[in-house]
């Protein structure tokens, strides 16, 4: 398992590796003596006189009340315990050690102020798979995830506070403890905070970001699997091939577009069955206007992912020490909270355009194949159902695209008077790429079914079909086979989205999406 070494430009690639647990963090020299240069400097204004926002003052809209040197590690610990309330479902696990890495990231840039045996201590529960179980409510993402990023800090200190549990892998299997015994257990020593160390902790979106990020490589997944069922359907519907003609993206050159439809043409190449049929004139939308769709939600990526990759290599506490502090906003989710509200939009349109195949699929006046894709319609319902739960799918992507970064609750006596509420729009894009993952699943499978119909009611082959499909085909009938009577099928549909998750149909015809966004 390789090492990366934090504060050196972390990259998303790199950065799902740790998250999954796939690689270790490592602090390099460099860093390491940046945050000691910097926790001198702390170490030096706090002897003065002078009051310093985050170092020897209240927090918030307390800011003004000075604190006496000799409560200096209370008032860190104070923050850390009072901040402390985050409610609700427990976070996914690599959700949380991803924001364990992002916040030790940030700190070993070197202008927090914390000590390096407290960013040490955090990097040594990261490798040691101890991991906080951190509820998903009670950030507005305005000086960050305080709630949820204070759980994680509170559990690198002293307490006997029974909510502070871990998650801990021991040999492989998974277990709960409370956060001091899991440090007692691998021989680890909490710490005492000192001054600006429990604002160095808490501030900042690193959960938002966390979620955003681990959202974007199951999204990215997801649109891979809708590439390979929009070019099953396309077949099986006798799709025309100009819309995917070169020429069409030139003429309206958005780089997205421009990839879509090369990764179309290249999914489609040399099947008979596209412009088998000479009397259609144009196709529909759903079909027809897929480079546009699919081109626009791969600039949207483009974008978040260059939103979140600057946001995991910057500084988000305050005050910022540059030998003088800095009082600033840097914690503000804003940019964190705008990519994914619009991943979210983006991605519901991806599957709202799938779901549109799935059922001109299953409509035989549409299709030109058997009603519901059964071959004793009326009798047997057949693909009837898994269009409804497709539809159901979309309706809640769709309320989930409400943007969260338009709203604003104000907090801490109106010091805090605009907020991001960006682990909101994280938390929904989490929703709705979960969900498009079942709805590019439904069409996959329902798509599959109408091309073995479509093939057979032609008198052709397999060997018909673009050689992409025919792969994808025998990976999916390895899992289902052709379904010939009546069953549930909401194992089968499972079975289809463990294969998208889990790499199986995107690796097998991987140089489909070379130099794409996903690559």
Not at 42 to 63: E, H, K, P, Q, W
Not at 137 to 152: C, E, H, M, Q
Not at 412 to 431: F, G, N, R, T, Y
């Amino acid at each position: 398992m390789r090492n990366i070494n934090l504060g050196e430009n972390l990259d998303f690639r790199s950065f799902l590796d740790l998250s999954h647990g796939h690689a270790k963090p490592a602090i390099g020299k460099e860093s390491l003596k940046k945050m000691s240069d910097c926790r001198s400097m702390v170490d030096g204004i706090t002897r003065g006189d002078a009051a310093v926002y985050g170092l020897n003052t209240g927090f918030g809209s307390l800011a003004g009340v000075k604190i006496s040197s000799g409560d200096l590690e209370k008032l860190q610990e104070n923050l850390i315990r009072s901040h402390s309330c985050a409610v609700g479902e427990p976070l996914p696990t690599d959700v949380v050690r991803g924001a364990m890495i992002l916040r030790a990231n940030t700190l070993c840039l070197g202008h927090s102020g914390i000590r390096p045996e407290v960013v040490e201590l955090l990097m040594q529960m990261i490798n040691k798979e101890i991991i906080p179980k951190v509820p998903l409510y009670g950030s507005v993402g305005a000086s960050g995830d305080l709630a949820l990023l204070s759980t994680i800090a509170c559990c690198l200190i002293d307490n006997n506070d029974p909510e502070f549990m871990v998650s801990c892998n021991e040999n492989g299997l998974w277990t709960e403890k409370h956060s001091r015994k899991a440090l007692d257990d691998a021989g680890l020593k909490p710490v005492k905070l000192t001054s600006k160390e429990g604002l160095a902790l808490n501030n900042g979106c690193q959960v938002s970001t966390s979620l955003g990020l681990l959202a974007i490589e199951r999204g990215i997944l997801s649109l891979q699997a809708w590439d390979i069922a929009l070019a099953v359907s396309a077949q099986a519907l006798l799709a025309k091939s100009s819309p995917f003609d070169e020429r069409v993206s030139i003429a309206r050159p958005h780089r997205g577009h421009k990839k879509q439809a090369e990764v179309i043409r290249n999914l489609l190449k040399d099947s008979i069955l596209i412009d088998f049929d000479k009397e259609k004139v144009q196709d529909a939308y759903s079909v027809r206007c897929a480079p546009q769709v699919g081109g626009a939600v791969r600039d949207a990526i483009a974008f978040a992912l260059e939103q979140l990759s600057i946001e995991m290599n910057s500084v988000t506490d305050n005050p910022l020490i540059y030998g003088d502090v800095l009082s600033g906003g840097n914690f503000h989710g804003a940019p964190v909270a705008q990519a994914c509200d619009l991943l979210c939009m983006s991605f519901t349109d991806l599957g709202s355009m799938s779901e549109r195949r799935t059922f001109r699929l299953i409509n035989s006046h549409l299709s030109g194949l058997p009603s519901f894709l059964t071959d004793n319609p009326g009798l047997s319902s057949g693909f009837m159902i898994p269009q409804y739960t497709a539809a159901s799918l979309v309706s809640a992507c769709k309320a989930f695209s409400h943007p969260a970064c338009v709203d604003s609750i104000p907090t801490c006596e109106d010091q805090e008077d605009h907020v991001s509420m960006a682990p909101i729009s994280a938390w929904k894009l989490w929703k709705i790429v979960d969900n498009l993952s079942w709805i590019v699943s439904i069409e996959l499978l329902t798509a599959f079914q109408a091309l073995e119909m479509r093939l057979s009611s032609l008198g052709l082959s397999i060997n018909d079909v673009s050689y992409p499909t025919r792969t994808i085909l025998g990976k999916i009938r390895q899992k289902v086979p052709y379904i010939q009577a009546d069953q549930p099928l909401s194992s089968k549909i499972g079975l289809v989205r463990d294969m998208v998750l889990d790499k199986t149909l995107a690796d097998s015809i991987s140089d489909i999406w070379s130099d794409d966004i996903v690559d």
